[in-house]
């Protein structure tokens, strides 16, 4: 049966998208049908359909109770709004359907795992949290919540775990038909670590082993964790809160983390070899990945940043949106991304313009537009001089532009979108250290709309924004400070 505050949510939904015109949406990321969107929750594969369910609230631009919204796709690009799946409508989740993720069962139902989420008043006088692991049962439309839920609680915890900070279930299915999930939680000091559990039926759940420690080296609390075997290397995301920044790998504040290494199946824990960032720009948190079909692992996150919330106003008829899908692959100790190939069917209207070599701003022939493919291949122009700094300003016109700018000989990449249009004094800049010799660099850049993703030397790094200017600044220039040669190859994405 379907609830009245899940019927209520539904018919909102349903009547709200009908004033939001097409062209005020991206053209090929995912974003909230209505009102507000955060975490990307339950990304699978279902009855040949990628399904995406989002941390989601209807009725206002702004963070509200969580529901979960949900979309499905064929192609990972060209997204249909379903149903909202759940709402906060029973006792144990009262106060929000947090994250958490799905997989088809062996019956060929879907399951969803999400963290339930219950105000309490402490004796202390406050009001916390309690966070538990509930679990839904549907079709790919509908969904029944299970009725022996929560099925993990503060009782399945290690010592010193906390109740308050233990969330976002990551599902999935072993080899021998059964199945384990990952979680995050803290201790009492806030001190992130990633707990794994195991079940034989996908219902009744038990703890089997702390998977891995932060040991106060990454931020605190370790949000929306996933856990899988890429390469023959195990690879471990999270996203944890309240980072300190360690040169150029991460930035202050809630960032993202890559954890590369092997897996003891004996004990159940995790020996970390590599660490990174897993996005380098502004707006990328949250990841979650799916195995596609075809072998692929492809993540998704969520393509916001907590600080920089305030930049589109809560008057605007959705805020929230996802990054363009990426292909993960190990390579070197080192995770990399690459756009979905799913885009190439998109391309269209190739511009080509090869050894361009200039001092000062430029304009290209044909280069132009806010939903486009940009490959940029830069070489010095000059065997004597190293140039001091090359940049491509897209979203350009007279008033507004958003920035990339490379100075080889500190070997930094910039993104900066202080002239984008927003008037609030958030982050507006990050500058990543880029694998460079001798001023040779490869950009990939994707406009969509509300959005640049820079991907650096096939996938090595990314870097993410999000950008609200005006639809009609769509110039790009390019600058040289010294002679840089460059190769330009652009499409339009239709």
Request: charged share 25%; hydrophobic share 35%; aromatic share 12%.
């Amino acid at each position: 049966m379907t609830s009245q505050t899940l019927r209520e949510a539904r018919k909102y939904e349903e009547t709200v998208e009908k004033s939001i015109a097409r062209e005020e949406r991206p053209d090929f990321h995912l974003c909230s049908r209505v009102g507000w969107m955060n975490d990307p929750n339950g990304f699978s594969y279902h009855n040949g359909m990628y399904h995406m369910f989002y941390q989601y609230y209807p009725y206002e631009s702004k963070w509200g109770p969580m529901h979960w919204g949900h979309a499905v796709s064929r192609d990972l690009l060209h997204w249909e709004h379903l149903p909202a799946a759940l709402a906060p409508d029973e006792p144990y989740d009262r106060d929000g359907c947090f994250s958490g993720s799905a997989l088809t069962l062996p019956d060929g139902r879907q399951l969803l795992m999400y963290t339930s989420v219950v105000k309490e008043r402490q004796e202390n006088d406050t009001i916390r949290d309690i966070q538990t692991q509930s679990l839904a049962i549907g079709d790919g439309i509908d969904y029944e919540k299970y009725e022996k839920n929560p099925v993990l609680d503060a009782a399945e915890l290690p010592v010193g775990g906390s109740k308050f900070d233990f969330r976002d279930p990551k599902i999935w299915r072993n080899a021998d038909g059964t199945y384990s999930c990952i979680a995050g939680n803290c201790l009492a000091d806030g001190d992130g670590r990633i707990l794994l559990f195991t079940s034989k039926d996908g219902f009744q759940w038990k703890f089997r082993s702390i998977l891995v420690s932060n040991d106060h080296r990454f931020g605190k609390m370790w949000e929306c964790p996933d856990f899988f075997m890429l390469n023959g290397k195990w690879v471990l995301l999270t996203s944890p809160q309240d980072m300190l920044p360690k040169g150029f790998e991460y930035h202050n504040g809630n960032g993202t983390l890559c954890l590369i290494g092997t897996f003891d199946e004996q004990t159940g824990t995790f020996q970390e070899e590599n660490n990174q960032s897993i996005d380098y720009g502004i707006d990328f948190y949250a990841p979650q990945t799916v195995l596609a079909p075809d072998g692929r692992r492809i993540m998704i996150g969520w393509m916001q940043n907590w600080d920089t919330c305030t930049m589109r106003s809560p008057d605007a008829p959705w805020m929230g949106q996802m990054s363009l899908p990426r292909e993960l692959s190990v390579h070197g100790g080192r995770l990399y991304q690459t756009p979905v190939r799913e885009i190439d069917a998109m391309r269209c209207n190739k511009v080509v313009h090869k050894q361009i070599s200039f001092t000062d701003t430029i304009r290209l022939e044909g280069i132009k537009g806010r939903c486009i493919d940009m490959e940029l291949t830069l070489r010095r122009g000059d065997s004597q001089v190293l140039y001091q700094k090359f940049a491509v300003r897209f979203a350009q016109n007279d008033t507004y532009h958003t920035a990339l700018s490379f100075r080889p000989r500190e070997s930094i990449l910039k993104i900066d979108r202080k002239f984008s249009g927003s008037r609030r004094a958030i982050i507006h800049q990050r500058r990543s250290l880029v694998n460079s010799t001798d001023g040779s660099l490869k950009l990939r850049i994707i406009l969509d709309c509300f959005s640049a993703e820079v991907f650096v030397n096939d996938g090595e790094q990314v870097l993410t924004a999000t950008m609200y200017t005006d639809q009609t600044a769509d110039g790009i220039s390019f600058f040289a400070d010294g002679t840089v040669e460059m190769d330009v190859v652009k499409y339009d994405l239709l």
